[in-house]
């Protein structure tokens, strides 16, 4: 009896230990995103300039062919004219900043209950997972997001988590991608080339150049986003040995119409987005 009872445990252990050498343990790796934006918007032959920043944290955690994305902290900041509009931190800890005017400094647990959902299911759980191929390239998502991270969904975040995350391929020196980003409550879309160019310290540095569109989005504010155009010239770096990008920036030239009513208002700007991968923390 014994003899067969260690048997079957040195079983379980040689086929554990196989388990194991398939599968490398899960990596987690941190990535920060700041955009910077500055647009003219004209109707009735006036004008006012907005301009903006948006940043965001957010994790990837790898286990073999499956990436699963978590937010941690959104900030914005925003001005029209002069005006401050909003300049506001959010994370699971809480919303603090400035808003239309008037203060916020709520911790997570002196939260309204609507807050405190939106709050629990956005920030350090899991939003969705994507399956890709030994290139990084997206064979499958699925949403994971509870209902209170809906306005972070609808709102274009896991676009804009992938963004600077595209396939690489090794043995190409080009190759394209179809990409997006968010676009008021929507997405704009479109093909992405990158090449592979001279120049990277700490891996392959790679030129991305593309155009996105998007049409009849609805606008956070209210009105709808017509005739979008980004066009957008950047550069990535890949780091050959983690096998993940860690560094990135994108100059992007916008236009679109924003239709209200029976009001068209013309705007033209420029988004500057910078990626990076963030340290581990020892």
């Known amino acids: 009896m ?13 086929m554990s230990l196989q388990s194991l050498a398939a599968d490398p343990p899960a990596t987690v790796n941190k990535f920060k995103l700041g955009v910077d934006s500055d647009f003219t918007m004209q109707a009735g032959g006036q004008s006012e300039t907005l301009k903006a920043y948006s940043g965001f944290e957010y994790q990837w955690k790898t286990e073999g062919s499956t990436r699963t994305l978590a937010l941690f902290t959104l900030e914005v ?24 005017g008037r203060k916020l400094n709520i911790p997570f647990e002196e939260a309204p209950e609507e807050l405190q959902t939106l709050l629990r299911d956005t920030f350090e759980t899991p939003l969705c997972k994507i399956e890709v191929d030994a290139n990084g390239k997206e064979l499958k998502r699925t949403i994971l997001a509870k209902p209170g991270a809906k306005i972070a969904i609808d709102t274009g975040m896991i676009a804009n988590a992938t963004f600077f995350h595209p396939p690489y391929f ?3 020196e ?9 676009a008021g409550q929507g997405l704009a879309t479109g093909t992405v080339t990158l090449k592979k160019v001279a120049g990277g310290r700490e891996g392959q540095t790679v030129q991305a150049t593309g155009i996105l569109h998007a049409d009849n989005v609805k606008a956070e504010g209210g009105g709808v986003i017509k005739d979008a155009k980004y066009n957008l010239k ?25 239709v209200t009513g029976d009001q068209t208002v013309d705007a033209k700007g420029t988004m500057k987005l910078k990626f990076e991968a963030l340290p581990d923390k020892k």
Do not use: H, P
């Open 170 to 172: 090794a043995d190409k």
């Open 77 to 100: 900041d925003m001005k029209a004219g002069n005006r401050q509009l909003m300049k506001t931190t959010m994370s699971r800890a809480g919303m603090f900043g400035v808003q239309a």
């Open 174 to 182: 080009q190759w394209e991608t179809e990409s997006s980003v968010s």
């Open 2 to 14: 014994w003899i067969r009872f260690v048997a079957t445990v040195t079983a379980c252990a040689a």
């Open 234 to 258: 950047g550069a990535l770096l890949y780091d050959t040995q983690r096998k993940e990008w860690t560094s990135g920036t994108a100059d992007v030239d916008v236009t679109f119409q924003l």
